[in-house]
């Protein structure tokens, strides 16, 4: 089997997509199906894909495409020429962020050839993500996003809470939830404290509690919600070092520094800006609570990284997930609200039983619900479903709600 997955970019400053579009093209290619990978930025593509044919076993192919100039994010025509190339020797087509102007481009060359493609939402028709910039997102609606999700073989949201709330955006095509693949291996052998200890001084010497964020820095993560908790944390003496790792629009940072002064918490709330690697999981390792305060994520591959780690979360149910990741003993689910978020990250920090009991849950259930042999099989089930549907029609459906699709 052949897929094309399209993205604009792989910079994993971006986020989760990125991410998890990099690890499915890695996951099917190890799996023996060919995988082009098409992209307008290659920034954290493996090295060893640039270059690569799909005829190199387990290796993606990668396609540099470029967009059109003073068009945003739509392709230039040549870039459409070689992937209409592309298209006619594909099964299957998986695009990627529903907002995006080349994705319509890609569903209609593909609808044109016959090609059937699937849409992964990431979250971004969940109630809160249609709210922002709205007059915007129903325009584009009309001007094609509609029939694109319409003209799909299949939707895939990650989450039934993702599933709930973008159903009317596709009440005729079929479903498939699927979390997210992600590579556990390095979550296998952690590295240790002292690595991340080395690098941030704020890690050392305190003897303090650490709570920990780490996320892209945008204004729907909430942390102004943590950074409130940490002030009101001090009136209560509760002492602990609050970490905000990660990097992201500007002006937001601008904004949590400023409030962060503004509360008298310089010596308290650190910006260390973005970690990666092994750095990465020695700091998670070293954090006492995990909390990502956010307004809304459709998975929240973080916290899937903060429990491999043994590390306690607090989140919120603005995680299409709360209710898979509070099961699991390891997380704490609150409201958006500081003194909430305080509650919980107190009730962790001041009693080591409750701390190691949420880290012992949290961390072999991350390998039981999401490791790669578990997922890859579903996902490879969905391409082979979809391209299938080449030959026999999965869509349209006649009427009323199409059953969600068993991978």
Not at 146 to 152: D, H, I, P, V
Not at 237 to 261: K, M, N
Not at 314 to 320: I, N, R
Request: glycine letters at 8%; aromatic letters at 6%; hydrophobic letters at 45%.
């Amino acid at each position: 089997m052949r897929i094309l997955h399209y993205v604009g970019s792989t910079d994993s400053r971006l986020g989760g997509v990125p991410r998890f579009v990099l690890d499915a093209c890695r996951v099917m290619a190890e799996q023996g199906h060919e995988t082009v990978l098409a992209t307008c930025d290659t920034t954290d593509t493996p090295p060893s894909w640039m270059g690569a044919t799909v005829k190199g076993a387990g290796v993606p192919e990668v396609i540099k495409v470029v967009r059109a100039g003073l068009m945003g994010d739509l392709l230039c025509r040549a870039s459409m020429r070689a992937l209409r190339d592309e298209l006619s020797r594909c099964d299957v087509v998986h695009l990627h962020c529903v907002w995006s102007p080349a994705n319509l481009q890609i569903a209609r060359a593909a609808r044109s050839m016959g090609v059937p493609y699937i849409m992964t939402t990431h979250g971004m028709l969940d109630e809160w993500s249609v709210r922002q910039s709205a007059a915007k997102k129903k325009a584009y609606m009309l001007l094609g996003g509609r029939r694109m999700l319409a003209g799909a073989a299949a939707i895939h949201c990650t989450a039934q809470a993702e599933y709930d709330q973008s159903l009317r955006f596709f009440p005729r095509t079929p479903c498939a939830i699927v979390p997210y693949v992600q590579d556990l291996s390095p979550y296998r052998e952690l590295p240790g404290r002292a690595l991340a200890r080395d690098r941030f001084e704020c890690l050392r010497n305190s003897g303090e509690p650490v709570v920990l964020f780490l996320s892209r820095l945008h204004h729907k993560k909430g942390v102004e919600h943590l950074i409130d908790a940490a002030a009101e944390l001090v009136t209560r003496g509760v002492r602990a070092q609050f970490v905000i790792a990660g990097t992201g629009d500007e002006d937001y940072i601008g904004f949590l520094q400023r409030h962060t002064s503004l509360l008298g918490l310089e010596d308290r709330v650190h910006f260390v800006g973005q970690v990666k690697g092994a750095e990465k999981f020695s700091l998670y390792q070293n954090a006492d609570a995990f909390v990502l305060p956010t307004s809304q994520e459709n998975f929240g591959l973080v916290l899937i990284e903060a429990m491999a780690c043994g590390t306690p979360v607090v989140t919120t149910k603005g995680t299409d997930i709360w209710q898979d990741v509070e099961a699991s003993g390891g997380a704490t689910i609150v409201a958006q609200a500081a003194m909430e978020i305080a509650d919980a990250v107190q009730a962790i920090v001041t009693n080591p039983e409750k701390q190691r009991a949420m880290g012992s849950a949290a961390r072999p259930w991350v390998f039981k619900t999401y490791d790669e042999g578990v997922l890859a099989p579903r996902f490879a089930r969905l391409y082979s479903r979809v391209a299938a549907s080449r030959q026999e029609a999965m869509v349209p459906v006649a009427q009323g709600v199409p059953a969600l699709l068993a991978v």
